[in-house]
Antibody, heavy 119, light 107 residues
């Protein structure tokens, strides 16, 4: 069973870039689809974007101008960068797997990592 | 964007009760609907995919149904461990969108 673990700074200053990595264990990252989702405290889930292991991406229009996702198959990792952050980007960030069938939703999730945007 | 609207926003029920949560999409989403359960401080867990397919390991008291724009998650006999927030999500088109969540409490 694939397991996911998010990593990255828990505190980011306003206007800087948030960078997170998701490490995949228990399986190969290849041939699958991967998403990032975030959840502000006490609020609902927001999908940020999806990447496949060929590097193809789809981003939420509301974040597209600030989001970059990438994949490193040699390290079994994929990453999220969100630029020009503000307090509104403070949230728990989850990485998740779609397996080979992205239209079935996300079947495996990381535990989540809390990112706070503050000076 | 496709809007997903869940009702009710919260529900309180007793152990053994049958509970139904509905999810309405602002346009047709074919069969690409999933349901998740999230407990406090934990990541969401997929319960149902493709409207009615049960995720491996999920108790059979959970079931999904619907078509087109209207979908339902049903818990046939509520258990104490079912206390959680439930979300629907469409994967028919980008951006993927979630419902606002339904908080289920046990009386």
């Amino acid at each position: 069973q694939v397991q996911l673990q998010e990593s990255g700074p828990g505190l980011v200053k306003p206007s800087e870039t948030l960078s997170l990595t998701c490490t995949v264990s228990g399986g190969s990252i290849s041939s699958y689809y991967w998403s990032w989702i975030r959840q502000p405290a006490g609020k609902g889930l927001e999908w940020i974007g999806r990447i496949n292991t060929s590097g193809g991406t789809n981003y939420s229009p509301s974040l597209r101008s600030r989001v970059t996702m990438s994949v490193d198959t040699s390290k079994n990792q994929f990453s999220l960068k969100l630029s020009s952050v503000t307090a509104a980007d403070t949230a728990v960030y989850y990485c998740a797997s779609h397996g080979g069938t992205p239209w079935y939703g996300m079947d495996v999730w990381g535990q989540g990592t809390t990112v706070t945007v503050s000076s | 964007d496709i809007q997903m609207t869940q009702s009710p926003s919260s529900v309180s029920a007793s152990v053994g009760d049958r509970v139904t949560i509905t999810c309405r999409a602002s346009q047709g989403i074919s069969t690409w609907l999933a349901w998740y359960q999230q407990k406090p401080g934990k990541a969401p867990k997929r319960l149902i995919y493709a409207i009615s397919s049960l995720q491996s390991g999920v108790p059979s008291r959970f079931s999904g149904s619907g078509s087109g724009t209207d979908f339902t998650l049903t818990i046939s006999s509520l258990q104490p461990e079912d206390s959680a927030t439930y979300y629907c999500q469409q994967a028919n088109s980008f951006p993927y969108t979630f419902g606002q969540g339904t908080k289920l409490e046990i009386k």
